[in-house]
């Protein structure tokens, strides 16, 4: 494993400002990355735990696909990029937002509106097909990923995908200060996953290890560029295609 520097402490995302970000819609299709050779493999998380409305395929813009191989084939021999999710329909957003705000509100009660919505977004961002501010998983521009080994397994990252805890905020073992072997091994795994996709252009959402955008708002917002490329978009279907044609 390479010895890589820490990852950087980023802020939360201010939302208002991202919804001002103008887009600048590049009209790249979407792709699916199972039509990808190793080390890029794909494993659609929320279709085969049975999301209602989950798509059993991981779409992405073609720009994201060319990055995310670039950013598999950067890796140490033995080691893959293992794509969990991509573009997400509006359905798909609305339940995750959902399920989890219920499940915050169970268990904190007495928590206000404002508090909940933050505790919510802190991990899933508020449904929006608004093509202004679209929810980035919308754009195809969004996409969660991990390690893997070349069987295909995840790598220990300390905490599961989607695991809504302060610990898979991406540089929470950053902050140990006596981490044990389990910790340390899991703190590189993100430093390398980290580290290679920034490399290939992604920013990094700061409270998950796991998502990271590109051409979409939230990558305009923390990478300084003046406009996103990548607004809501869906794949083109069979019926679409027809109704094109004629």
Known sequence: MPDLPPIPD???PDWSAIGRLPIAECDEPLVPTSLAPPPLKA???????????????????EGVYRRLLAAARALPEGLGLLV?????????????????????????????EATLEARTREFVALPSRDP???????????????????DGLPLPMGT????????SHTAALERLEAPDATQRRARDNRRLLYHA??????????????????????????GGHPAARYGPTEPVTLESRWRRGL
């Open 197 to 222: 996709m920034h490399a290939q252009g992604f920013s990094n959402l700061p409270s998950e290890w796991w998502h990271f955008d590109l051409g979409d708002p939230l990558w305009a917002h923390y």
């Open 10 to 12: 980023r802020p939360p």
């Open 132 to 150: 202004a501010a679209p929810s980035p998983h919308l754009t195809g521009g969004a996409v969660d990923v991990t390690l893997c080994d070349a």
């Open 160 to 167: 599961l995908f989607d695991e809504a805890v302060p610990a």
């Open 84 to 112: 969990l999710d991509g573009w997400r329909p509006w359905r798909v957003q609305q339940y995750l937002y959902e399920t989890l705000q219920a499940a915050i509100r169970e268990r904190h009660p007495s928590l206000d």
């Open 43 to 61: 494993y659609p998380a929320y279709a085969r735990l049975g999301v209602p409305g989950a798509v059993d395929e991981c779409h992405v813009r």
